[in-house]
């Protein structure tokens, strides 16, 4: 009787597991096809640019600053104002972002307070640029007197991006075996050597992985840098943090939109925009081998 009902319903078990399949299939064959989708943007487009601007690159273009209204020479001062702004920022705001994330992730109790502080990091990580840099605006040039400096935009750049550093550095931390922790306290370790000694170095990939992706998207933002610290033009190297930069979002910007000589100028556009490209992807790569060479410490 048990062998006759197995064959009776053996047919539908098989049209129910074919079905299964089907929709398995159909959805990994549409991820596939959404990420290869992806992919092939991103390569036109990088394509696009780099066969625009490639004829322009050379070691004079990145050494001299420009000339004739922008429509020679090259952009040393705007790499230079880039790579200031975002390493002032970095220097500001990884300290402050880190040490709130052990605070978050370590010494804060679940609560109100604590669920409030989260839904506002959360919220700050979401704002529109523009915002923020209407926020620095405000404070960091009218309210604190700074001016339109290298100071002013790197502090708006580090307001921007703490929310985004304290999110990533307390999920890095939050990913750490408790197994760790209490193999350090049972050993007689103090909870602050044991996040100095253990819980940190376990985390550091996570952290520098989230520390420089957060450079690498400061590097891109125009917004909050037009409104505290970009300069339509600067012969040279800010001397002081208080005077004024050049920045390549800002510069594209500018030759794009509100340059003298549009069409004379497009060579050096797409020179610029690759060469912000090409500073991008190699602040992700920096992070890709950081990450990897922390983990294999940790293997070791």
């Given at each position: 009787?048990?062998?006759?009902?197995?064959?009776?319903?053996?047919?539908?078990?098989?049209?129910?597991?074919?079905?299964?399949?089907?929709?398995?299939?159909?959805?990994?064959?549409?991820?596939?096809?959404?990420?290869?989708?992806?992919?092939i943007i991103l390569i036109i487009i990088l394509?696009?640019?780099?066969?625009?601007?490639?004829?322009?690159?050379?070691?004079?273009?990145?050494?001299?600053?420009?000339?004739?209204?922008?429509?020679?020479?090259?952009?040393?001062?705007?790499?230079?104002?880039?790579?200031?702004?975002?390493?002032?920022?970095?220097?500001?705001?990884?300290?402050?972002?880190?040490?709130?994330?052990?605070?978050?992730?370590?010494?804060?109790?679940?609560?109100?307070?604590?669920?409030?502080?989260?839904?506002?990091?959360?919220?700050?990580?979401?704002?529109?640029?523009?915002?923020?840099?209407?926020?620095?605006?405000?404070?960091?040039?009218?309210?604190?007197?700074?001016?339109?400096?290298?100071?002013?935009?790197?502090?708006?750049?580090?307001?921007?991006?703490?929310?985004?550093?304290?999110?990533?550095?307390?999920?890095?931390?939050?990913?750490?075996?408790?197994?760790?922790?209490?193999?350090?306290?049972?050993?007689?370790?103090?909870?602050?050597?044991?996040?100095?000694?253990?819980?940190?170095p376990a985390a550091m990939p996570g952290i520098?992985?989230?520390?420089?992706?957060?450079?690498?998207?400061?590097?891109?933002?125009?917004?909050?840098?037009?409104?505290?610290?970009?300069?339509?033009?600067?012969?040279?190297?800010?001397?002081?943090?208080?005077?004024?930069?050049?920045?390549?979002?800002?510069?594209?910007?500018?030759?794009?939109?509100?340059?003298?000589?549009?069409?004379?100028?497009?060579?050096?556009?797409?020179?610029?925009?690759?060469?912000?490209?090409?500073?991008?992807?190699?602040?992700?790569?920096?992070?890709?081998?950081?990450?990897?060479?922390?983990?294999?410490?940790?293997?070791?």
């Open positions: 009787m048990n062998q006759e009902m197995g064959e009776k319903y053996k047919p539908f078990e098989l049209v129910r597991k074919k079905k299964f399949n089907f929709k398995e299939n159909f959805f990994l064959s549409l991820i596939r096809t959404l990420g290869f989708t992806g992919a394509s696009f640019v780099a066969y625009n601007g490639i004829s322009i690159l050379s070691w004079e273009f990145i050494t001299q600053p420009p000339v004739e209204a922008m429509t020679e020479g090259g952009i040393f001062p705007v790499i230079m104002g880039t790579i200031l702004l975002t390493v002032i920022c970095m220097i500001v705001v990884i300290p402050i972002g880190v040490t709130t994330a052990i605070f978050l992730a370590e010494y804060s109790k679940p609560g109100l307070i604590l669920s409030t502080v989260m839904m506002s990091i959360y919220t700050l990580a979401g704002v529109p640029s523009v915002v923020f840099g209407l926020f620095g605006l405000a404070v960091f040039v009218v309210v604190f007197n700074f001016g339109m400096s290298l100071l002013a935009g790197a502090l708006t750049l580090a307001v921007m991006i703490l929310p985004y550093i304290i999110s990533t550095s307390e999920e890095a931390i939050k990913a750490v075996p408790y197994s760790f922790k209490e193999a350090s306290l049972a050993c007689g370790a103090t909870k602050w050597q044991t996040i100095r000694k253990v819980i940190l520098l992985t989230g520390s420089i992706l957060g450079t690498a998207k400061v590097s891109g933002e125009t917004a909050p840098i037009m409104f505290t610290a970009a300069a339509f033009f600067t012969p040279g190297v800010p001397r002081s943090l208080f005077e004024p930069v050049m920045a390549l979002p800002y510069h594209i910007y500018v030759l794009v939109t509100a340059g003298t000589f549009i069409e004379e100028t497009r060579p050096i556009q797409y020179g610029t925009a690759l060469t912000l490209i090409i500073l991008v992807l190699g602040m992700n790569l920096l992070g890709i081998i950081l990450r990897a060479r922390q983990r294999r410490k940790k293997a070791w």
